[in-house]
T-cell receptor, first 112, second 113 residues
Framework: NAGVTQTPKFQVLKTGQSMTLQCAQD?????MYWYRQDPGMGLRLIYY???????DKGEVPNGYNVSRLNKREFSLRLESAAPSQTSVYFC???????????FGDGTRLSIL | AQSVAQPEDQVNVAEGNPLTVKCTYS??????LFWYVQYPNRGLQFLLK??????LVKGSYGFEAEFNKSQTSFHLKKPSALVSDSALYFC???????????FGTGTRLQVFP
C-alpha cells in the first residue's frame, strides 16, 4: 500500500530553470495539497485541489502552478526557479474534512 | 482569522517522565484539531484528532491530547516518554468550511535517556 508517492526525492536546480514535482495517491482521496516546509515556519499551503479539475490558491502560491491531472495525480510546477523556493515540498491527500491528511515523504529542492 | 500556535520551539524530557507539547488555537465555530509527528527525512504522520465528543482523545503510540474549549488549547501528552518519541510535532486546525489545515510552527521533542 504505497499511500502518497512523490517524485523526485531530491533535486538541485539553477536559478531560472523550471521543473515539475509529481505526486500520486492510491487511496481514492478527493482532496490533494501541496505544502512547503521551511525551518521555523511549519508547513505552508501552496495550492489545494478539492476534486479532479479544481484547484485553489493557498497561503504562498506565487511562483508556482499546479495541475490536477486526474483523481490520483496532482503536480506542482516551478516555471522559473528562484533561490527563495529552496525548501522541502510535501504532497498530501485526504477524503473528508474530519479525516486526517496523508503525506508523502517530500521532495528536497535546492535552487542555486 | 484562524490560527494555531505552538509556543515552545523545543521540549526536553527525560525518558520515563511524562511529556506535554502545547498547542493553542483560534477559530470561529467548532474546531477540528489534529496532531502530527515528523521523523527525520519523512513526511508527517497522523497521531490523533479531535472533532467532537470526549475532551480526552487517545491516539497512536500511547499519545493523547486534551481539548479545552475555555482555554482554546489542545495539548499533546504522554504519560511516559520514550527516546524513540524524539521527533518534530505539529498541531493543526481545519479552516472552517474547507478541507484545508493551518499548521503550527512545530515543536521539537527531545527525550534523553
Amino acid at each position: 500500500n504505497a499511500g502518497v508517492t512523490q517524485t523526485p526525492k531530491f533535486q538541485v536546480l539553477k536559478t531560472g530553470q523550471s521543473m515539475t514535482l509529481q505526486c500520486a495517491q492510491d487511496m481514492n482521496h478527493n482532496s490533494m495539497y501541496w505544502y512547503r516546509q521551511d525551518p521555523g515556519m511549519g508547513l505552508r499551503l501552496i495550492y489545494y485541489s478539492a476534486s479532479e479539475g479544481t484547484t485553489d490558491k493557498g497561503e504562498v502560491p506565487n511562483g508556482y502552478n499546479v495541475s490536477r491531472l486526474n483523481k490520483r495525480e496532482f503536480s506542482l510546477r516551478l516555471e522559473s526557479a528562484a533561490p527563495s523556493q529552496t525548501s522541502v515540498y510535501f504532497c498530501a491527500s485526504s477524503t473528508y474534512s474530519n479525516q486526517p491528511q496523508h503525506f508523502g515523504d517530500g521532495t528536497r529542492l535546492s535552487i542555486l | 482569522a484562524q490560527s494555531v500556535a505552538q509556543p515552545e520551539d523545543q521540549v526536553n524530557v527525560a525518558e520515563g517522565n511524562p511529556l506535554t507539547v502545547k498547542c493553542t488555537y483560534s477559530v470561529s465555530g467548532n474546531p477540528y484539531l489534529f496532531w502530527y509527528v515528523q521523523y527525520p527525512n519523512r513526511g508527517l504522520q497522523f497521531l490523533l484528532k479531535y472533532i467532537t465528543g470526549d475532551n480526552l482523545v487517545k491516539g497512536s503510540y500511547g499519545f493523547e491530547a486534551e481539548f479545552n474549549k475555555s482555554q482554546t488549547s489542545f495539548h499533546l501528552k504522554k504519560p511516559s516518554a520514550l527516546v524513540s518519541d524524539s521527533a518534530l510535532y505539529f498541531c493543526a486546525v481545519r479552516v472552517v468550511n474547507t478541507d484545508k489545515l493551518i499548521f503550527g510552527t512545530g515543536t521539537r521533542l527531545q527525550v534523553f535517556p
